[in-house]
């Protein structure tokens, strides 16, 4: 690909990591930022990008992204939800758990994009729960974690031997909190409202425990620990608890969660089945307070491409997931829109702090940075539409809704990715 | 504020989905329409044409024989013509989906689907799809879904008590055992609260009550005698002997011990208290045989109560 020098004129720059917010010129040569508000002496822009009224942001960095089946549709939905770093969670088709197939999604994704794709390998074999898998070489394919997928082994041993063994190869462990027995069976919120629609229930203990057995392990074996996911008030409340003492422990929660609750089920609609499930209101204000105060530190999309042949089913009997990277960045914004946040501190979980949890430079609009870039109109309203989205998966229950902010243009590597026609 | 699926934009009842959100007014007059097809039945003839040339279809993705023939009973006393589809052994076991399967059904010009299926929900689901295709003028009774309602069950146990105790008003109530896993015991407790029943008690172990039932209206009792206490209609559920293997409940016989209905625990209820089960019984487990087979068991005047209700519930929903 041809490296064209870019000038994106105009546009309002944030950067979330410095909380830089001004308008400015922001000016890329070889995939890089070169300058930003004042022109490198030399440069001669083979492109100008008319930036007026947009907001020039880091591309996203979203933590949890399920880019099976057609991965290129996948890959196309993230660059036009802004997206330009991604993580891949194991528990896709095929299961990320041997090296050659992590490696495979890495190839695969950079023959079709410029998104940078980080799969996060399984933790066991088959993400059965009972053997190790090969996490130095995962890590060595491309892997920058490892992980469960949903919930923690069966058996606890196995839990603590694989904590044990990723802190002696320096793998990060990505656990989402649900002890399997508590949750196995369920697929609601332990509530009145489950009692209700008669639905059967995954009580808050399921993620509490879990949270305290991974966090009691973690300071045993010196592992590296994110919690994935989160979703109750109590859970934020442990994590909360392990990073005041000290532990180095991190955390997310699904950008659906910052809005959704149980309500939101209605008449069983098999749309808002989730996992984790939805759970109440105090939850969903204690989430969004989380991820304002950093505990929580990022948010994701938890996107996860599903048909209608598993998703027109009974409410219990609906894969959990909803298709979710176009929507990241509005979801965002509307949390931030909720708690007042200025837009500088609104995509923080969506770039600057999510890139701190993967380790890798990202997230950020500075000089010297690879021009990863995200440039949306912060005023336009859109509704979800199924027609709009790129994704193969074209289920969420926001379908219908009336988001604000949308992306326009994304650089990936200095090279517009996606232009909103 | 999402709209009850069962009503249309006028608040007509179009589907019969659950108890839940009906009016007071809505439940008497289905009950009111099931007294007039009591005498139907004790009629040499016992037919009406209120259906004729309308086609019910049964779909039963679990079985039960009985609700399924009173249904049947129902429908072809309303002259309708009734197909059964017993769905565990049809199309579904060969993996088409719920929705392919009632397409088809639709393609062959059916007025009224009654589903029971294991998924709490799946009738929405049905609903939501004919609304979405067009086809509102199907209507679906929902025959029991999962653990979320078996609302003609309700209405013919709403009718029961009445029947017996003349209406609702400062009537105490007890429904006794597996409330977690009981469809009926949901229809029954929305019943009972919309038609003004003075005092709803449910009776069982904690692992058998569901979270934070009481949002529904009614109190929770661990022990047989306290909600027994006074009550002028107890509601024995069945127990599933799988409830032991789930850690629910150490034994049947320890079940019994505790919450059996017995001569000697009913003590406790008013005299004249009727006992009701919606069946098929347990014998020796949740009931006593000795109190099964009294006086003051409406077991069976439950079953004849069923049909008039199913026949009025069909009636009304296709505008009778």
Known sequence: M????????????????????????????????????????????????????LVVAPGLVDLSARIAGNIDAELAAAVAGGVTTLACPPDVDPILDEPELAERL????????????????????????????????????GCIAVSQGRGLPADTRVLWRALQYAASCDVPVWLQPAEYHLSKEGIAHDSALASRLGLA???????????QTVLALAKATGARVHFTQISSAEGVALLREARDAGLPVTGDVAVHALHLYEQDIGYFDPLTRFDPPLRGYGDREALRLGLAEGTIGAAVSAHTPLGLDVKRVPFAEAAPGATGIELLLPLTLAWGEALSLPLRRSLLPVTARAAEILGVEAGQVAVGQRADLCIFDPEATWTVNENDLRSAGKLTPFLG???????????????PVYERS | MMLDPQLDADGNLIHLLSTEGLSRDQLT????????????????????????GKSVFNLF????????????????????????????TSSTAKGETLLDTVDNLCAMHADM??????????????????????????HVINAGDGRHGHPTQGLLDMYTIRH???????????????????????????????????????????????????????????????????????????????RMSGALLPSATEFHDRYGLTHERLKAAKPDAIVMHPGPMNRGVEIDSAVADSPRAVILPQVTFGIAMRMAVMSVLAGG
């Open chain 1, 2 to 53: 041809s490296a064209k020098s870019i000038e994106i004129r105009g546009g309002r720059v944030i950067d979330p990591a410095s909380q830089f917010d001004e308008a400015a010129s922001v000016f890329i040569a070889n995939g890089k930022i070169v300058g930003i508000g004042q022109t490198p002496a030399g440069f001669k822009a083979d492109q100008v990008i008319d930036a007026q009224g």
């Open chain 1, 106 to 141: 890495v190839r695969h994704a950079e023959d079709v994009s410029l998104v940078r794709v980080l799969p996060v390998g399984a933790m066991t074999q088959g993400l059965s729960g009972s053997m190790l898998a090969e996490m130095s070489l995962l890590r060595d394919a």
């Open chain 1, 201 to 211: 229930a995954i009580p808050v203990a399921a993620e509490t425990l879990a949270m």
């Open chain 1, 401 to 415: 809704r009336t988001l604000q902010g949308r992306v326009v243009t994304t650089l990936a590597a200095g090279q």
């Open chain 2, 29 to 52: 007059r289905l009950l009111d329409t099931g007294a007039s097809f009591l005498g139907v039945s004790d009629r040499d003839v016992k037919k009406v044409p209120l259906l004729r």
């Open chain 2, 61 to 88: 993705f679990e079985n039960s024989t009985r609700t399924r023939t009173t249904f049947e009973i129902a429908a072809k006393r309303l002259s309708a013509d009734v197909i059964n589809l017993n769905m565990s």
């Open chain 2, 113 to 138: 689907f009654v589903v029971r299926h294991e998924s709490s929900g799946a009738p929405h689901l049905i609903v939501d799809h004919l609304r979405r295709t067009g086809r509102s003028d199907i």
């Open chain 2, 164 to 242: 017996y105790k003349g209406g609702f008003e400062g009537l105490k109530v007890a429904l006794i055992g597996d409330i977690l896993h009981s469809r009926v015991a949901r229809s029954d407790i929305h019943a009972l609260k919309t038609l003004g029943a003075e005092s709803i008690r449910v009776v069982g172990p904690q692992t058998l009550i569901p979270t934070d039932i009481e949002s529904l209206g009614v109190g929770v009792h661990r022990d047989l005698d306290s909600g027994l206490k006074d009550c002028d209609v107890v509601i024995a559920l069945r127990l599933q002997r799988e």
